[in-house]
């Protein structure tokens, strides 16, 4: 079976319209990518654990931000390489340049022997949804539809 993550959309709705929240991954592989980089906080789902409480708990991780406001599903798609990821939006307001996120080890440079901390997030910023389809992951896209059409409703 392959891997399932979750994760949430944040938006908010201002006077320049809708606006969404997307983060740009940390660690040496992302560093020099943007555009098609950006993506929804997201991560694993732990054995047992609840898709909702896991989109939580990693929007706590990865922006330092308790969620207050309740999440809207946004259903699950496939991305490119096989994982599962299940999205829920939240209407939400966040500061950007307040965003800590948590760290992960790796090997780097590969094969060095050395083992360096990276952040799991390095970036956080609202985009409007034109932009957000421009620079977002492409297999991540279709949650950007689907809070559109979530919100036509």
Same mark, same amino acid.
């Given at each position: 079976?392959p891997?399932r ?7 908010k ?5 809708l606006a969404?929240?997307?983060v740009?991954?940390g660690?040496?592989y ?13 991560? +694993?789902?732990?054995?047992? %654990?609840?898709?909702? *409480?896991?989109?939580?708990?990693e =929007?706590?991780?990865e922006?330092g931000?308790? @969620?207050?406001?309740a999440?809207?599903p ?5 991305q490119?390489?096989?994982k599962?990821?299940?999205a829920?939006?939240v209407?939400?307001?966040i500061?950007?340049a307040?965003?800590t996120s948590?760290?992960f080890?790796?090997?780097?440079p590969?094969?060095?022997g050395? +083992?360096?901390?990276?952040? %799991?997030?390095?970036? *956080?910023?609202?985009?409007?949804? =034109?932009d957000a389809?421009?620079q977002?992951? @492409?297999?991540?896209r279709p949650f950007?539809?689907?809070?559109q059409?979530?919100?036509?409703r």
């Open positions: 079976m891997p993550s979750a994760g949430v959309l944040p938006y709705l201002g006077k320049n319209g969404v929240l997307l740009h991954p660690g040496p992302w560093r020099r990518k943007d555009k098609g980089a950006w993506q929804i906080p997201k991560g +694993m789902i732990e054995e047992g %654990e609840d898709p909702e *409480a896991a989109a939580r708990r =929007a706590e991780e922006l931000v308790r @969620l207050t406001s999440l809207q946004l259903g699950e798609l496939r490119a390489g096989g599962r990821v299940e829920f939006a209407e939400q307001e500061d950007t307040a965003v948590i760290s080890e790796m090997e780097w590969p094969r060095s050395r +083992m360096q901390s990276f952040p %799991e997030v390095d970036a *956080a910023r609202w985009f409007d949804l =034109a389809a421009e977002m992951l @492409l297999s991540q950007l539809e689907r809070l059409a979530l919100l036509d």
